[in-house]
Nanobody, 126 residues
Framework: QVQLVESGGGLVQAGGSLRLSCAAS????????MGWFRQAPGKEREFVAY????????YYADSVKGRFTISRDNAKNTVYLQMNSLKPEDTAVYYC???????????????????WGQGTPVTVSS
């Protein structure tokens, strides 16, 4: 049973930083695509970033490029999302997701992912 547990959310002022963690368990994740998504109140869940666990390649949504960094720690089976220069529009619940059979496309579609964490809320005040 795959489990993803996010942590690290909270309240921060605009311009501040947070680091989110996603602890993964229940499988060997070396062939998984790991993604971060977010969902603001009244909005659809949107793609933020992904990391290909085995090769380490990454990709970001335009809205966070240059401010957020996704990374992984193989020894700890943990994926991180370092968020800098936070803006009020970054306020959302952030979710970690895992895709066990990524074929190279649709990384931005929530339905592509097989497993989800419970989410961690991030609030950025102006």
């Amino acid at each position: 049973q795959v489990q993803l547990v996010e942590s690290g959310g909270g309240l921060v002022q605009a311009g501040g930083s947070l680091r989110l963690s996603c602890a993964a368990s229940g499988r060997t994740f070396s062939s998984y695509l790991m993604g971060w998504f977010r969902q603001a109140p009244g909005k659809e869940r949107e793609f933020v970033a992904y990391i290909w666990w085995s090769g380490g390649s990454t990709y970001y949504a335009d809205s966070v490029k240059g401010r957020f960094t996704i990374s992984r720690d193989n020894a700890k089976n943990t994926v991180y999302l370092q968020m800098n220069s936070l803006k009020p529009e970054d306020t959302a619940v952030y979710y970690c997701a895992a895709d066990r059979n990524w074929s190279g496309g649709n990384y931005y579609e929530p339905n592509e992912y097989n497993y989800w964490g419970q989410g961690t809320p991030v609030t950025v005040s102006s």
